[in-house]
């Protein structure tokens, strides 16, 4: 699951902010006090509704002199864009959107369609580090395929190379070139 945008109104000390999110990893950077908290917990909030804010607590998650906060979100899961929204009163929060082929969006549907780990950090602190790599990837929408071919290749070739390559220092003063992971040409400096 990808964040691909948030629309923030009235929540916490922000009175108004749209941000759409990369693929990547994104930062959140800012002086004390300018609302990098508030969008993370907007984002807590987005996904965890009513878990993430006691009633007693409800009220501070409304800027000061609004009626409302409103927490617009649209993620990306699996190919799939999602659009929903939190709006959060007084007398309580609600959940309301659609998917992408008009279901409507509930609790149960965003905990069971979007990923599962955001709603439990315990389970992911369980997980091999292994685990936890791909977790994470997978939450913040990070492919490393790719790269961890193109690593896995560089391996085999520097393995190959390794065995090619004499041993005795004095034997070889530098590599020139390298052709492929089957040839190496070795020159002996003058």
């Known amino acids: 699951m990808k964040i691909k945008e948030i629309i923030i109104k009235n929540f916490k000390n922000v ?48 800027k000061e002199g609004a009626k409302k906060s409103v927490l617009k ?22 959940l309301s959107g659609k998917g992408p082929e008009g279901e409507k969006i509930t609790e149960a549907f965003l905990k069971e369609k979007l990923s599962p780990h955001a709603f439990n950090p ?4 369980d997980q ?5 790599i791909e977790t994470v990837q997978q939450i913040l929408g990070i492919d490393t395929s790719e790269i961890d071919k193109k690593i896995k290749e560089l391996e085999n070739e520097r393995l190959i190379i390794g065995r090619l390559i004499p041993s005795e220092p004095e034997e070889v003063d530098r590599v020139d070139y390298i052709d492929t992971a089957e040839t190496v040409k070795i020159k002996k400096i003058p």
């Open 128 to 132: 091999t580090p292994k685990k936890q």
């Open 122 to 125: 315990f389970e992911l602190a």
């Open 73 to 94: 979100f649209e993620v990306e899961d699996q190919g799939k864009t999602f659009k929903f929204q939190r709006s959060i009163t007084k007398s309580g929060i609600n």
């Open 15 to 62: 009175a108004e902010l749209k941000t759409k999110f990369g693929g990547g990893i994104n930062y959140i950077i800012g002086s004390n006090k300018q609302g990098k908290t508030s969008v993370i917990d907007s984002i807590i909030t987005g996904f965890q509704g009513k878990k993430a804010i006691p009633d007693y607590m409800r009220q501070d998650m409304i």
